[in-house]
């Protein structure tokens, strides 16, 4: 109710009275009520107002303070640790075939070792995921090879044979496509071969996704990632 509609009320109300002092009372007592009623209702409408507007800056401030906050960048240096260029990660543009080469070697060599020291195969088989997205056929592959059955586990393998890793070359094939050439050496634990070495070859599908926040970039940073590979015997 406005101010204008408050006067036209009180006049109307004066203007009606009778002469009756009961009724004129009567009138009287139910034009005061229905303006405290009225003001009620308009302090109920404020209020909830207020509220409402409370909730949403609360809402809103929720979802800012959700949103990551870490920057991620990436350092490059030369052989003498000296910084070359510095950048966002979020925004750099895909790793010098130089840091992919090394990753790749990395990666097989973390996969395929088997080694007694049960602290350091963990590692590997903990840095080997930080490669791989869980969608991808690379890890569908990576959960076979570690765990498709017991004898394939690298802890079970390590009760009796330790196998040894040699990269010999990581060349790219296109865009998003790698080869790598190894040997792989199988020893018993008293350091004889039980099989002779074996040359390896295998393909690689990779892409890059910049890391978003900080276990991210602890894990990959430079966000390289295997899509999915194959291996086999090279002949």
């Given amino acids: 109710m406005s101010l204008k509609n408050l006067f036209r009320g009180s006049e ?7 002469d009756n002092p009961f009724l004129n009372a009567r009138k009287q007592w139910n034009f005061i009520m229905g303006d405290m009623v009225s003001s009620r209702q308009m302090w109920q409408f404020a209020g909830l107002f207020g509220l409402l507007i409370g909730l949403a800056g609360i809402a809103g401030m929720t ?5 990551s906050k870490f920057v991620p960048y990436l350092v490059e ?6 910084t070359v260029s510095v950048g966002r ?7 010098d075939e130089r840091i992919t080469r090394a990753m790749l070697a990395s990666w097989l060599t ?10 350091l ?4 088989i903990q840095d080997a995921y930080g490669m791989l997205n869980p969608k991808d056929a690379a890890t569908a592959k990576t959960n076979e090879w570690f765990n498709g059955s017991p004898e394939a586990s690298p802890f079970k393998r390590a009760e009796t044979v330790l196998v040894n890793v040699e990269i010999q070359s990581v060349l790219r094939q296109s865009e998003s496509s790698w080869q790598i050439d190894w040997v792989e050496t199988t020893r018993s634990h008293d350091g004889n ?7 390896m070859r295998g393909l690689f599908t990779i892409y890059f996704i910049p890391p978003t926040n900080e276990e991210q970039i602890l894990r ?9 590979y194959s291996w086999s015997p090279a002949t």
Avoid: F, W
């Fill in 63 to 67: 979802y800012i303070g959700s949103q």
């Fill in 121 to 124: 195969q963990r590692r590997y």
């Fill in 89 to 95: 990660a979020d925004r750099a543009a895909p790793a």
């Fill in 193 to 199: 071969l039980t099989k002779p070495p074996q040359n």
């Fill in 12 to 18: 109307k109300s004066q203007h009606e009275l009778t």
């Fill in 110 to 119: 973390h996969t395929r070792t088997v080694t007694t020291d049960v602290s």
């Fill in 220 to 228: 990959n940073p430079v966000g390289l990632y295997i899509k999915d």
């Fill in 77 to 82: 240096v030369d052989k003498l640790g000296s």
